[in-house]
């Protein structure tokens, strides 16, 4: 990523598409390996960006079907259409990595995500055992939930660093400051604003309201973190809120009041790997090059409806190096 930023040292560069190629690439070695290589690598990444996209939008939409089903054959907003299409661009992509990897199967054995769900698959006896379609299944969870969560989150910390030069400026001296500017930027913009719908189990009373058994519900973060009665000076970007007193407010699901990765059962499983790769790109974006608005004054910080939430409009900078060893920019091959 630092090489690449390099390579264009002086130009606009869109930092949401940089981080999300950053991703795609190393989500895509974790769970497939070295299976995509060159050329096809860079056409994956590429359609990736654009079929994310849709699904996000897709997810997001409220789907009349789910509310009348009888009239649901209809599809009227063609959300079904839409999601059958994209699942069958995913498909042909998948079968090909899968059958790909089946041939090679003999010779050196493959250590990733793909390798191990293969393994449950041959083991047809076993009760972990798992189809073809249950493998495609996990394959998509993963790489979706694991990029677009992640590089839209960096998108956003960049948008409010340049918002606010000072706290930029003190990051860039302490590092360490990265994770307080990522808690409050979990804060402020929740990637799931509204977290997997939940199902009552039972009726209960909530707040004064019933909630009949079997209800679909909907936990939003986005307003629990920007809640006046919990948070001092909600609007408003202070890392120092997180800094001052580093173990309170922990982002794994078990205080009520800051839930960025949800919580329960269905709570993000990659909560350790996406932290990890977020503050990764950030401090190195930040440790190597000093980044520059185009003529706009202000940043634009509106977010973008969708099941996944990331910025309306792409923020775009321009890097200069920071560094003065150049050498440390070369591309590792
Ligand atoms: C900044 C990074 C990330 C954020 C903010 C994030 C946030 C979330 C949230 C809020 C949920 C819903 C939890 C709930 O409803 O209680 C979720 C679910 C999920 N996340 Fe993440 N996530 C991130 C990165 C990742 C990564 C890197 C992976 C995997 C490689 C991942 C895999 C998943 C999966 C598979 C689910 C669905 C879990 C289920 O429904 O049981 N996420 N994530």
Same mark, same amino acid.
């Given at each position: 990523?630092?090489?690449?930023?390099? &390579?264009?040292?002086?130009?606009?560069?869109?930092?949401?598409?940089?981080?999300?190629? $950053?991703?795609?690439?190393?989500?895509?070695?974790?769970? +497939?390996?070295?299976?995509?290589?060159?050329?096809?690598? $860079?056409?994956?990444?590429?359609?990736?960006?654009?079929?994310?996209?849709?699904?996000?939008?897709?997810?997001?939409?409220?789907?009349?079907?789910?509310?009348?089903?009888?009239?649901? +054959?209809?599809?009227?907003?063609?959300?079904?259409?839409?999601?059958?299409?994209?699942?069958?661009?995913?498909?042909? !992509?998948?079968?090909?990595?899968?059958? @790909?990897?089946?041939? %090679?199967?003999?010779? @050196?054995?493959?250590?990733?995500?793909?390798?191990?769900? *293969?393994?449950?698959?041959?083991?047809?006896?076993?009760?972990?055992?798992?189809?073809?379609?249950?493998?495609?299944?996990?394959?998509?969870?993963?790489?979706?939930?694991?990029?677009?969560?992640?590089?839209?989150?960096?998108?956003?910390?960049?948008?409010?660093?340049?918002?606010?030069?000072?706290?930029?400026?003190?990051? %860039?001296? @302490?590092?360490?400051?990265?994770?307080?500017?990522?808690? /409050?930027? !979990?804060?402020?913009?929740?990637?799931?604003?509204?977290?997997?719908?939940? =199902?009552?189990?039972?009726?209960?009373?909530?707040?004064?309201? $019933?909630?009949? %058994?079997?209800?679909?519900?909907? *936990?939003?973060?986005?307003?629990?973190?920007?809640?006046? #009665?919990? +948070?001092? #000076?909600?609007?408003?970007?202070?890392?120092?809120? !997180?800094? #001052? @007193?580093?173990?309170?407010?922990?982002?794994?699901?078990?205080? !009520?009041?800051?839930?960025?990765?949800?919580?329960?059962?269905?709570? =993000?499983?990659?909560? #350790?790997?996406? /932290?990890?790769? *977020?503050?990764?790109?950030?401090?190195?974006?930040?440790?190597?090059? /000093?980044?520059?608005?185009?003529?706009? &004054?202000?940043?634009?910080?509106?977010?973008?409806?969708?099941?996944?939430?990331?910025?309306?409009?792409?923020?775009?900078?321009?890097?200069?190096?920071?560094?003065?060893?150049?050498?440390?920019? %070369?591309?590792?091959?």
């Amino acid at each position: 990523m630092v090489g690449d930023v390099y &390579e264009n040292v002086g130009k606009l560069i869109d930092v949401g598409e940089l981080a999300f190629r $950053t991703l795609t690439s190393l989500i895509g070695n974790m769970v +497939w390996g070295s299976e995509i290589q060159g050329e096809q690598r $860079t056409i994956v990444e590429s359609q990736f960006k654009k079929i994310f996209a849709e699904i996000m939008v897709f997810l997001g939409k409220p789907n009349i079907s789910d509310i009348f089903p009888s009239i649901a +054959w209809f599809d009227i907003q063609g959300i079904e259409r839409g999601m059958k299409k994209i699942r069958q661009s995913f498909n042909e !992509f998948l079968d090909s990595v899968i059958e @790909e990897r089946m041939k %090679k199967e003999t010779g @050196e054995q493959k250590s990733d995500v793909l390798q191990m769900l *293969l393994d449950l698959h041959k083991n047809q006896d076993s009760p972990s055992s798992l189809t073809m379609n249950q493998i495609k299944g996990i394959l998509v969870n993963i790489v979706v939930a694991g990029t677009d969560t992640t590089s839209d989150s960096t998108e956003w910390a960049m948008s409010e660093l340049m918002q606010h030069p000072e706290i930029m400026e003190k990051v %860039k001296k @302490e590092l360490n400051d990265v994770i307080g500017v990522i808690k /409050e930027t !979990f804060r402020l913009h929740p990637v799931l604003p509204l977290l997997v719908p939940r =199902c009552s189990a039972r009726s209960l009373t909530v707040g004064g309201y $019933t909630i009949p %058994k079997g209800s679909r519900v909907f *936990l939003n973060t986005w307003s629990i973190h920007r809640d006046p #009665n919990i +948070w001092d #000076n909600p609007m408003e970007f202070q890392p120092e809120r !997180f800094l #001052n @007193e580093p173990g309170k407010l922990d982002f794994r699901g078990n205080d !009520f009041r800051y839930l960025p990765f949800g919580s329960g059962r269905r709570k =993000c499983p990659g909560i #350790n790997l996406g /932290e990890k790769m *977020l503050s990764f790109i950030l401090a190195s974006l930040l440790h190597s090059f /000093e980044w520059k608005l185009p003529q706009v &004054e202000k940043v634009d910080l509106s977010g973008k409806f969708g099941i996944i939430m990331g910025k309306k409009n792409p923020l775009h900078l321009t890097p200069t190096p920071r560094l003065t060893n150049l050498e440390l920019y %070369k591309r590792k091959s």
